[in-house]
């Protein structure tokens, strides 16, 4: 059943004195595929700034814009309209021998090279190939990613963006972002291929229509056995129309919100807000 989501995404910035210009990226504008249907995104920025939107090597929508006066404080404001609904139905699953074909491989290359934030080591890879055992790639990915579950725990604020995925496993625990990344790792240690996926989570399907809540910049998984199926980790269960996809790419430093560059003071404060509303 399709549900339509309305996503609001604070970004805010505070400096300890002005700075005077800033050259920035937002990735907060979800896409359209074969999944959700985007019906309307805007994007607000505060101090005004004239934004240009392209798509990156990846697919993803991107504003890109400059702020050329003095400013002490920075907000990134995006509000979308979008439509999640049930996809076309995914081809058979392929076989082992289909992942090892030197065309397949050679078409996602690079959704099969280990990047240094999922890289893993061989010794969590070799009980990742216990794990998978004999079964077919399909069930195989879905085991690994329940196994990694099973052994790292999901702790809000117990990690950061820079965190790498055997820092993740070292201390087992971490976010949505290190499953994602482990996950990702994991799969392409055994050759399957694998993206990070970021966008946003309705956390509460009890919530009415109408009734907003506090959402989740969230992060999870796509393997390819034939087709892309999209898997969150982090729950355990597949992707459903309480996601929403904004971007994907080999690890999350594909896919950041907001990446920026500026000459000036540190900034003394970060602040994110997302809001979710299920209309339909």
């Known amino acids: 059943m399709p549900w339509r989501l309305k996503v609001r995404h604070r970004t805010g910035f505070n400096y300890a004195a002005d700075v005077l210009s800033s050259y920035n ?41 400059d702020v050329h006066v003095p400013h002490s404080e920075m907000v990134i404001e995006a509000t979308s ?41 061989a010794g969590v890879f070799a009980v990742a190939r216990e794990i998978a055992g004999d079964r077919p790639p399909q069930a195989a990915a879905r085991e690994v ?15 950061g963006v820079h965190t790498k995925a055997m820092e993740a496993w070292s201390e087992r625990r ?7 990344h482990l996950t990702v790792g994991l799969l392409r240690s055994l050759g399957i291929p694998a993206r990070y996926v970021s966008g946003y989570l309705h956390p509460d399907p009890d919530a009415g229509l109408g009734v907003a809540v506090t959402g989740e910049s969230h992060a999870w ?60």
Not at 37 to 54: C, D, F, G, N, Q
Not at 174 to 180: H, M, P, R, S
């Open 174 to 180: 971490g976010v949505c972002q290190d499953l994602a």
């Open 81 to 121: 309209l979008v439509e999640t609904h049930p996809g076309p139905k995914h081809a058979e699953p392929v076989s082992w021998a289909v992942l090892r074909d030197s065309r397949v491989r050679d078409t996602h290359v690079e959704y099969l090279t280990p990047t240094p934030h999922t890289a893993v080591e």
């Open 221 to 280: 998984v796509q393997w390819w056995d034939g087709d892309w199926t999209a898997y969150d980790p982090t729950n355990g269960k597949p992707v459903g129309p309480e996601h929403v996809v904004v971007a994907r790419g080999r690890d999350y430093w594909d896919v950041p919100p907001h990446k920026g560059v500026y000459p000036g003071p540190i900034s003394t404060s970060l602040g994110v807000e997302v809001e979710v509303t299920r209309l339909a």
């Open 25 to 65: 990226e937002a990735r907060m504008t979800p896409l359209t595929d074969a999944s959700q249907t985007s019906l309307e995104s805007r994007i607000k920025i505060s101090p005004r700034a004239t934004a240009a939107r392209y798509r990156d090597y990846w697919g993803s929508a991107v504003t890109a814009f």
């Open 145 to 159: 990613a329940d196994w990694l579950r099973s052994e790292v725990a999901y702790v809000p604020g117990s990690t």
